[in-house]
């Protein structure tokens, strides 16, 4: 371990640029961006073949987002986003991580990059052990490696002093097998990303419509009267999601975009795979835009409720679904007279908006049948973030706009198979249905004890309660909270693992002993004893379909997470009846292990060769909604905001860049917001900024509050921003360092990135 290790991305500006914001989104700036990432990380041909499977039915599906492909005729060439491609060839690059690179570099040295120039060092190519008292990686062997991992795993006191994370790339087939090893071991504890990102909508959704996945598939975009997206910038974070609400629109449909920034994908798109809309002024796809405040979402949503509530008393059936709602919910009449104690005049301030653009929402809602409504982390991450969803249920339900066509729950997920691994069991809180069922196949004892999530997970280690943290994928340290309470708990551990295809920070902020274990990519074959293998994964609308990788591996070193897990399973688990070596050598027999434990996985092995995939049961969309406690879909009581911010006090939410994808740092740019060549930024209303007496790239100091702890992070360039007063936004992770660890989501525990109250102080 490094104690001189830097947990935090480094204070250094790199030279900053601002240019004006683009009026349209894709196009061909977005294809020549993408060929320009493959051809300087892959090389113009290869980049191009390997394009050519990127999301196709015998290809392999995107390491980055989970939106789902089209269920027919697919794109050639084209059936991908810019950043996808930057996905791919950050994947594919020509850059190695060697024992070389190691011995030449320390660990200190290495942390005092950027993430950014980490993440560029390349693909990680044999596994790597960081001893106690070293600074310097060494090659191990696997066997070693596996032995060191068992040894540690199986001297701790208890099974719970194990914490086993997971991030959303995992495979169908590597997850099961993950928490099959988990829970042979003794433990519950599988924190995942979901934690940090949708578990709100899983709690919200769960209560309301009785399953924790959106409702509606790819083809209700073109049969929607109305979509709105609330929190979520899809040009960015999910850009093939704009071809989906450019086919509403080209069906007639309207757009409504709720966000406290302008985000240029949601304005105006034109389309990649039609080079004759390349020219021109693109397609206009917003009709309507509100610039919420950060977290008003709810007194706009409660607003929206009261205007339905009031044109229905004035004209009776004209604005809820009565059928629907007596033949299918439950709670109406708590929500009528919640909806009733509050006053429209006390909740506008609360949005930032004016009543006239409030009323013209609520009179698009009104006037149209078929909703969908997306939403992403601008919902997902506040205190009230579990109110803000079972809000939006609540509008749905009372247009009857769920199990039906062209309209529903449309959570878009983040990493491609983040879905996937909840569905495998990746789920601290499993429920016993799932357990009793492992229990029958597999012949052992299940524990019963809910483990830790990502939060409770970071205190137990903080606390020294938990002494060995395994990482499935991704970079826990960037990914989560609070960054140096998360360093120190990492350091508390006596060993800590990482199964990787690329460096990251998380390798250099280590326990006392630490672990790279290099993977696969999904892009790469996965060969092993009986042949080439393919996975599976799930994406956001519940398909689940093969993924078959087409490269050479870059190392002969390499193995699949499902080996990983296969041979670390073997050695640690002494009594376990489990062959897993066997089912490792051919993931067929884990598909049927899969079809024998979950349901809606009948004739898994069959279904999977199907082109495309095929659906996993839904009972929402099937207007089925058994699953709840009521037996019916729920209404629910929902509370705005109760957050009051003193003089100078400003709500700053963390954002990504569009050259991001989570905590992998493509390029330095955000050209839909202007900015080029930097991410220590800060975007301000220019009223607040001159209140302040802040000029234009001005370097200032962030604090943030919480109850009586404060945090700082340090020079970053003011920028005046279309965002509204009182309200920030930075990147991540940069900005994670001012997230505390305890301010949270209300019941689903997810760390409340979105709404930071912090202070700025001009250098």
Not at 216 to 223: E, I, K, S, Y
Not at 687 to 713: C, F, N, P, W
Request: neutral net charge; hydrophobic residues 35%.
């Amino acid at each position: 371990m490094s104690k001189k290790a830097i947990a935090q991305p480094p204070e250094k500006l790199t030279g900053i640029q601002l240019i004006d914001i683009p009026k349209s989104s894709v196009g061909a700036k977005a294809i020549v961006t993408a060929l320009t990432h493959i051809k300087n990380e892959v090389g113009v041909v290869k980049g191009i073949s390997l394009l050519s499977k990127l999301n196709q039915k015998n290809g392999f599906d995107c390491p980055g987002c989970a939106w789902p492909d089209p269920d027919e005729k697919r794109a050639f060439l084209a059936e991908y986003c810019e950043n996808g491609a930057k996905a791919v060839a950050e994947e594919a690059t020509k850059n190695k991580v060697s024992p070389l690179f190691f011995t030449t570099h320390t660990v200190d040295e290495l942390s005092k990059l950027s993430d950014y120039e980490i993440g560029k060092s390349g693909r990680i190519t044999h596994p790597m052990y960081l001893a106690e008292e070293k600074d310097t990686y060494e090659e191990i062997s696997w066997q070693d490696a596996f032995t060191i991992i068992s040894d540690e795993l199986n001297s701790l006191n208890s099974p719970d002093e194990a914490i086993f994370y997971t991030s959303g790339r995992t495979s169908n087939e590597a997850a099961f097998l993950y928490q099959l090893f988990v829970r042979q071991f003794g433990t519950n504890n599988l924190p995942d990303c979901s934690n940090m990102c949708h578990e709100s909508s899983g709690v919200a959704l769960s209560e309301t419509l009785g399953i924790g996945k959106g409702s509606v598939t790819l083809d209700d975009f073109n049969h929607a009267d109305l979509v709105i997206v609330i929190g979520q910038n899809p040009g960015t974070n999910h850009p093939r999601m704009l071809t989906s609400l450019n086919e509403t629109k080209n069906n007639g449909g309207k757009i409504i975009t709720i966000n406290p920034l302008p985000e240029v994908g949601l304005m105006n798109y034109k389309d990649p795979q039609n080079p004759l809309k390349w020219i021109g002024s693109g397609k206009d796809l917003t009709d309507l835009f509100l610039q919420v405040k950060i977290n008003g979402d709810v007194a706009l949503l409660k607003i929206i409720l009261k205007l339905m509530k009031e044109q229905e008393d004035e004209k009776p059936n004209t604005v809820f679904d009565h059928q629907f709602i007596k033949e299918k919910t439950s709670g109406i009449e708590d929500l009528l007279t919640d909806l009733d104690s509050y006053s429209i005049e006390e909740l506008v301030p609360q949005t930032g908006l004016t009543f006239a653009e409030i009323k013209k929402a609520s009179e698009l809602i009104i006037n149209n049948k078929k909703i969908i409504i997306c939403w992403a982390m601008g919902l997902t991450q506040h205190k009230n973030a579990v109110d803000n969803i079972r809000e939006v249920v609540n509008i749905l339900l009372l247009k009857g706009s769920i199990g039906k066509k062209g309209a529903g729950t449309c959570p878009v997920r983040g990493h491609s198979n983040v879905q996937g691994d909840r569905t495998m069991g990746i789920w601290e809180k499993a429920p016993d249905s799932f357990l009793d069922n492992l229990e029958k196949e597999f012949n052992f004892k299940a524990p019963r004890k809910h483990g830790f999530n990502v939060v409770e997970a970071i205190e137990a280690m903080h606390k020294k309660k938990a002494k060995v943290f395994f990482g499935m994928g991704g970079n826990f340290i960037s990914a989560t909270p609070d960054t140096e309470l998360t360093a120190t708990a990492l350091r508390n551990c006596n060993l800590t693992v990482q199964v990787s295809t690329k460096l990251n920070r998380s390798h250099l902020i280590t326990g006392k002993k630490a672990l790279i274990l290099p993977c696969l990519g999904r892009s790469e074959k996965d060969i092993q004893a009986t042949g080439e293998q393919f996975v599976s994964v799930e994406n956001s609308m519940g398909v689940v379909h093969q993924s078959h990788g087409h490269l050479t591996p870059c190392s002969e070193k390499l193995l699949s997470e499902t080996a990983i897990v296969a041979n670390l399973a073997n050695i640690a688990l002494k009594k376990s009846t489990t062959n897993w070596l066997e089912l490792a050598e051919n993931y067929d027999l884990i598909r049927e292990k899969i079809e024998a434990t979950i349901p809606g996985f009948e004739n898994f092995n069959k279904r999977i060769l199907r082109k495309g995939g095929f659906y996993l049961p839904n009972n929402a969309r099937d207007n089925n909604f058994e699953p709840t406690l009521t037996g019916k879909a729920n209404f629910s009581i929902n509370k705005p905001s109760e957050i009051e911010l003193e003089k100078n006090q400003f709500l700053m939410m963390t954002i990504r860049t569009h050259d991001q994808y989570n905590t992998t740092i493509y390029g330095l740019n955000d050209r839909y917001r202007g900015v080029l060549n930097e991410r220590r930024v800060i975007f301000m209303n220019p009223d607040d900024m001159k209140t302040l007496g802040i000029q234009k790239l001005d370097v200032v100091d962030l604090t943030s509050h919480y109850k009586t702890e404060t945090r700082v992070a340090k020079g970053f360039l003011a920028i005046p921003y279309s965002i509204p007063k009182q309200c920030t936004a930075t990147y991540f992770p940069e900005t994670n360092v001012l997230v505390p660890l305890k301010s949270t989501a209300d019941l689903s525990n997810t760390p409340a990135s979105k709404t930071v109250i912090i202070t700025i102080e001009k250098r």
